[in-house]
């Protein structure tokens, strides 16, 4: 992919790129000038460009800053270092979910490769995205909240602010039960975007929100959004919309009435387990307004939930849960044979399972000890 000049420069890493090349160059409050963007955009590929802006949240700058140079594959590839190895630490913290003793060595590592070399992360890497940082914060919050660390989980979830639709929707129900998680993400988050205001100044944190209003008032024209995961993305993929502002208006209710749901599902529980967790991050990915394939690395979560579950009420042996990581990066990566028109479907599929199974748990009946581990 680096070696060809189209495929690097139309990775998603170009805004990332751009944000180190202009805080370098022309300071933090500049990141978001389109006509700064547009200049490194047409130095990349050498002719010129129809510039859009690039939305990455300003926090992500001094890392930017800190990592690329005027070589732009050589900037990947240290971007692509730093993502494996948040990636590694990723997977450390989910595998800290699980009981050990219950694993044999051999399962541990299928275990933690299958995650680590899960499908949608690599996608994420490939297009020098930051969803990295995503699953670091979703890590966090549930390793936080089954650990009872509640500030821990709620500055993990401030975390996840790379992408605000799904954070909120994360945090919202908090405010009903587990406050401290709540509040923990409130001061995570406070504390970002004060540094974001510091970077940014007046005329920057300007330009940052224009540029929102621009990404939300188009990109529902975009031939992007027809590859969402979301249910804005079904129906973009099979409808054609003369008038978008309609559907768009009911996306954004389809999400507030998902928080709504979870925060009375959350008000009326007595005990957060791995059901309600994983089932709230299949929704958020689902019900989020905007989201692409890679944000299915949010996956991870389910999964995780999934296996501890299953691992802790001894409901199926550890050689098949084990596999689970790998088993669905499999079926995600059919979905790109032939034409990929099984994609998305084998995407619902695998969340519909998924979300099946974690209920399904309360109504499968153990297994014997000496069989489970």
Do not use: C
């Given at each position: 992919m680096l070696g060809n000049l189209y495929e690097r420069t139309g990775s998603d890493f170009v805004g990332f790129y751009s944000f180190g090349r202009i805080a370098q160059e022309k300071g933090y409050p500049s990141i978001y000038k389109i006509e700064e963007?547009?200049?490194?955009?047409?130095?990349?590929?050498?002719?010129?460009?129809?510039?859009?802006?690039?939305?990455?949240?300003?926090?992500?700058?001094?890392?930017?800053?800190?990592?690329?140079?005027?070589d732009y594959i050589e900037s990947f590839k240290r971007w692509a270092v730093v993502l494996l190895l948040l990636n590694a630490i990723n997977i450390v913290i989910l595998a800290n979910l699980l009981d050990f003793s219950r694993l044999s060595k051999e399962n541990t590592a299928i275990l933690c490769l299958g995650a680590y070399l899960f499908d949608p992360t690599f996608s994420g890497f490939m297009n020098g995205q930051d969803t990295a940082i995503l699953l670091t914060g979703a890590s966090l919050w549930t390793y936080?909240?089954?650990?009872?660390?509640?500030?821990?989980?709620?500055?993990?979830?401030?975390l996840t602010t790379v992408r605000p639709q799904i954070a909120l929707f994360l945090a919202i129900p908090f405010l009903f039960h587990h406050r401290k998680i709540f509040w923990g993400f409130t001061l995570g988050g406070l504390a970002l975007a004060l540094f974001s205001v510091w970077l940014l100044k007046a005329d920057g944190?300007?330009?940052f929100v224009e540029s929102i209003r621009y990404i939300e008032g188009t990109v529902w024209r975009e031939s992007h959004a027809l590859d969402m995961p979301t249910v804005s993305g079904i129906i973009r993929r099979n409808f054609t919309l003369s008038n978008y502002e309609p559907v768009q208006r009911s996306v954004w209710?389809?999400?507030?009435?998902?928080?709504?749901?979870?925060?009375?599902?959350?008000?009326?529980?007595?005990?957060?387990?791995?059901?309600?967790?994983?089932?709230?991050?299949?929704?958020?990915?689902?019900?989020?307004?905007?989201a692409h394939y890679h944000d299915l690395i949010l996956l991870l979560i389910p999964i995780f939930c999934l296996i501890r579950l299953y691992q802790?009420?001894?409901?199926?042996?550890?050689?098949?849960?084990?596999?689970?990581?790998?088993?669905?990066?499999?079926?995600?990566t059919l979905g790109f044979a032939g034409s990929g028109r099984l994609k998305f479907l084998i995407v619902y599929a695998v969340m519909a399972l998924l979300a099946y199974l974690l209920v399904r748990a309360e109504k499968i009946p153990p297994l014997q000890n000496e069989l489970a581990t």
């Open positions: 963007q547009q200049k490194i955009e047409e130095e990349l590929v050498g002719h010129p460009v129809t510039p859009i802006f690039y939305t990455h949240l300003p926090f992500i700058a001094p890392l930017a800053r800190l990592l690329v140079t005027e936080g909240l089954f650990s009872k660390k509640y500030m821990l989980a709620g500055f993990g979830l401030s944190v300007f330009r209710v389809l999400y507030i009435l998902g928080i709504a749901g979870f925060s009375f599902l959350w008000a009326k529980t007595t005990e957060i387990d791995e059901r309600h967790i994983g089932g709230m991050s299949l929704a958020a990915i689902f019900f989020a307004p905007y802790n009420r001894g409901l199926v042996h550890q050689n098949y849960l084990s596999l689970i990581p790998l088993a669905v990066s499999w079926l995600l």
